[in-house]
DNA sequence: TCTGGGGTCCTAGGACCC
DNA sequence: TCTGGGGTCCTAGGACCC
C-alpha cells in the first residue's frame, strides 16, 4: 500500500509571528489579509475566544479587544522564506515532494517500511521544530484524500497520525468523525447537496452509490469517493508546473476615481506578472484588466469593468503589456465611480522556446527587462520601476499594512538583533 | 470607516463546420 | 415550403483550495 504523507504547519502565519517573539506563544494572536481586512491565521487562542476564518477585522474587533488578541498585518516575505526553509528539510526525507501551498507538502514514503512509518514521521515533526522551531502536524493515508484526513486528526495528536496504521474499526470511526464539508475538495455548495441527500459525514460520502455521487458532485466528487475508499486518483506532482495564468491583483487603501491612479496601480501590477512570466521562461499572448468598485458599499451600486486583448505575437516585455494594459484601461473606465480594487492577469502562456513567428521580442526590451528583474531579485525592495507606477508619487490607494512586524529573515536591515 | 490574493479544474453552452 | 445532427473548439462562470 502506497504512503502518502501530508506535512501542515500549524497556524502557520501566527508560528512564524511567534518564532521571533516567544512572548507571543501562550497568548492569542492573529494575522490579517493584505488592507488588514480579514483574519487569515489564528491562534488556538484565537480560535477558542470565537474569531473565525476569513472574518472581517471590523466584526471582529470587539472580541480582539476582550480577549486582547495580539493583531498583526501580513509579512509575506517573512512567511516565504521560512517556508523555504521547512521545503528545504523535507526534501533531505525524499526527493518525491509536492509543495502544495506555502504551509503543506504532500511526500511519498512508500519506500519506508510499514511497521517503521510513524517513528520516521515522528522524527520528520522534531526536526522540523528543532532546526525552524515551527510546529507542524503530519497526517499519513494511502493517498491524498486520506492523509488530509488524517492530518486534520494530528493536530489532537501530538502532530502525526498514521491512518494505514489502524484497524478496519478505527479508520471508520475516524470518517465517521469527519463532517463531509471538511472533506478536502468539498466546498459549500457541494456540501449542502450532500446534505439535502442525506449525507453528511465522510463515512456516508464513502459508502454512497457512485452513480448518486457522480450525478450530483461530477467527476470531482468522484474522485473524491474513490480516494475515500482507499483508490489513488490524486498523484503526487513532483516538478513544478508552469503557471498557466498569472494574476496581479490589489484591493486599494482607499477608493480612487482618477484614471491616473489606475494606471499606476495596472503598471505595477503588470510588473509583477511579467516578472513571474520570465522567471518561469514563459510568454504569454493575452492581458485582461479589470476594475472594480466597493462590493460591500452600501451607497454605491457595484460597477465591475474588464476587458481582454491578446496580442499579435506572445511576449514577456512589461513595456508591451504596459502599454496594451493602458489602452484597455482607458476603454474600460467609466468617469464618476469610485474604484476600490484592480488587476490584471495574463493568459494565454507558452514556453518561450514555443515561440514561432519572423517577430521576436524586441531585444532591447527583453535586455533592460532582464536587467530591471536581476537588480530588483537581490534585494527586499525593487530598487529599478517603470515610471508609470509612478513610484515617487504618494499614492493613496496603496495597502494598508499598520501593524507588520520585522523583516526577520529577509531584510538586512531588519535581521532581528541578539543581545548577548 | 473597516470585507485578501492567487491559482486550478470542470462544465455548459455558443460558434462554427461538415 | 421544407430547415439535421454530430463533432470540435473556445470561453465564461462555478466551485474549490490555501
Avoid at 64 to 78: E, G, M, P
Avoid at 329 to 357: E, N, P, R
Amino acid at each position: 500500500m502506497k504512503q502518502i504523507a501530508l506535512i501542515d504547519c500549524n497556524n502557520f502565519y501566527v508560528s512564524c509571528e511567534r518564532l521571533f517573539q516567544p512572548v507571543l506563544r501562550d497568548q492569542p494572536v492573529v494575522v490579517l489579509s493584505n488592507n488588514d481586512g480579514c483574519v487569515i491565521s489564528r491562534s488556538n487562542e484565537a480560535k477558542q475566544a470565537g474569531i473565525a476564518m476569513g472574518e472581517p477585522l471590523h466584526l471582529c474587533q470587539a472580541r480582539i479587544n476582550r480577549y486582547k488578541v495580539r493583531v498583526f498585518s501580513s509579512n509575506f516575505s517573512l512567511y516565504g522564506d521560512i517556508s523555504n526553509r521547512i521545503m528545504t528539510i523535507l526534501k533531505t526525507f525524499t526527493k518525491k515532494i509536492e509543495i502544495y501551498s506555502i504551509d503543506e507538502a504532500f511526500l511519498d514514503l512508500s519506500h519506508i517500511p510499514a511497521p517503521k512509518c510513524t517513528e520516521y514521521l515522528e522524527n520528520m515533526r522534531d526536526k522540523i521544530y528543532q532546526l525552524v522551531g515551527i510546529p507542524v502536524s503530519i497526517g499519513l493515508g494511502p493517498n491524498k484524500t486520506l492523509a488530509k484526513v488524517a492530518a486534520s486528526y494530528a493536530k489532537q495528536k501530538e502532530g502525526v497520525l498514521n491512518y494505514n496504521a489502524l484497524s478496519q474499526i478505527q479508520q471508520d470511526e475516524l470518517l465517521r468523525k469527519l463532517l463531509v464539508a471538511d472533506v478536502w475538495g468539498i466546498g459549500k455548495r457541494s456540501a449542502s447537496k450532500l446534505k439535502a441527500l442525506g449525507i453528511y459525514t465522510a463515512y456516508e460520502l464513502r459508502q454512497a452509490p457512485t452513480n448518486l455521487i457522480s450525478n450530483k458532485l461530477t467527476v470531482v466528487g468522484s474522485r473524491l469517493q474513490y480516494e475515500l475508499q482507499g483508490y489513488t486518483c490524486l498523484e503526487i506532482e513532483t516538478h513544478t508546473q508552469n503557471k498557466k495564468q498569472i494574476i496581479s491583483s490589489r484591493s486599494f487603501g482607499s477608493t480612487t476615481n482618477q484614471l491616473s491612479d489606475l494606471e499606476a496601480a495596472v503598471s505595477l501590477f503588470v510588473s509583477r506578472a511579467c516578472q513571474k512570466l520570465r522567471q518561469q521562461n514563459s510568454l504569454a499572448r493575452s492581458l485582461s484588466v479589470y476594475i472594480r468598485s466597493n462590493p460591500f458599499s452600501k451607497n454605491e451600486p457595484l460597477t465591475s469593468l474588464s476587458d481582454l486583448a491578446i496580442l499579435p505575437q506572445a511576449s514577456n516585455s512589461t513595456p508591451v503589456f504596459i502599454k496594451t494594459a493602458k489602452r484597455l484601461l482607458q476603454k474600460i473606465f467609466q468617469q464618476g465611480v469610485f474604484y476600490k480594487k484592480a488587476g490584471i492577469a495574463l493568459g494565454m502562456i507558452q514556453d518561450t522556446s514555443q515561440q514561432t513567428g519572423i517577430f521576436m521580442t524586441d531585444p532591447k526590451n527583453s535586455k533592460l527587462d532582464g536587467i530591471i528583474d536581476q537588480l530588483n531579485r537581490s534585494c527586499q525592495n525593487p530598487l529599478l520601476f517603470y515610471a508609470a507606477h509612478q513610484p515617487t508619487k504618494k499614492q493613496t490607494w496603496q495597502m494598508q499594512r499598520s501593524l507588520m512586524s520585522q523583516q526577520y529573515t529577509s531584510s538586512w536591515k531588519e535581521l532581528l538583533l541578539v543581545k548577548i
